[in-house]
């Protein structure tokens, strides 16, 4: 998100509206609107990966991904949020008429710098608040590096997967997402990395 702002409240019905029509992508956040910076070229290798894999496995069945032209609403007490997810998945959609979503099982943000700090502090804080997610996947596109946030009984848990060997279980939809899948084709910094190794460390958000 950038820090572009139009100061004048916005209502939610005028941000749809306005947004069918606009040739730049705003994100909506009780009733302010942010234009969204373009993404590098590393950005939509990652998430066309992750898309690509969770479009092929879940052919013919009842949940779907969408890409990052579809928005995320999330309801609060006070407010509304429209976001951008580079990837959700649905199980149960919206109306086909619509042009976001409300109960995503499954989201992932491709980490840059530029969005970093809000995809892992705002929009996280507001994605666990929606009941029908079950996992969150931060995607670092400087490093192999996968952070999960996964429901459980009383919470959401992280991990931290890394390296090219393993897989993130996403068992609301019965599969696994191959970390050399996500990062299949992509040239990152040679860096020091545990490979396959998962290092949990239990968090509770």
Excluded at 1 to 27: D, G, Q
Excluded at 119 to 128: I, N, Q, V
């Amino acid at each position: 998100m950038s820090a572009a702002l139009r100061h004048a409240f916005v209502s939610p019905e005028s941000y749809l509206a306005s947004e069918l029509k606009s040739p730049t992508k705003h994100e909506y956040v009780g009733g302010a609107v942010y234009a969204m910076a373009g993404g590098r070229n590393i950005h939509n290798i990652i998430a066309g990966n992750v898309f690509g894999f969770l479009h092929g496995s879940l052919r013919g069945k009842k949940c779907r991904p969408f890409n990052s032209d579809t928005k995320l609403r999330v309801r609060f007490p006070t407010h509304v949020r429209f976001y951008y997810p580079d990837v959700q998945v649905v199980c149960l959609p919206n109306p086909v008429e619509d042009s976001f979503q409300d109960q995503p099982q499954v989201i992932v943000e491709v980490l840059s710098e530029s969005t970093r700090r809000t995809d892992e502090g705002e929009k996280r804080d507001a994605y666990l608040t929606i009941p029908t997610l079950e996992t969150y996947l931060l995607v670092d596109s400087a490093n192999k590096e996968v952070v999960v946030y996964q429901r459980d009984d009383t919470a959401f848990q992280r991990t931290i997967h890394t390296g090219d060997d393993g897989a993130i279980p996403l068992p609301g939809l019965g599969l696994e997402l191959p970390m050399a899948e996500i990062y299949e084709g992509v040239q990152l910094p040679a860096l020091e990395m545990l490979d396959g190794e998962e290092s949990g460390d239990g968090e509770q958000v």
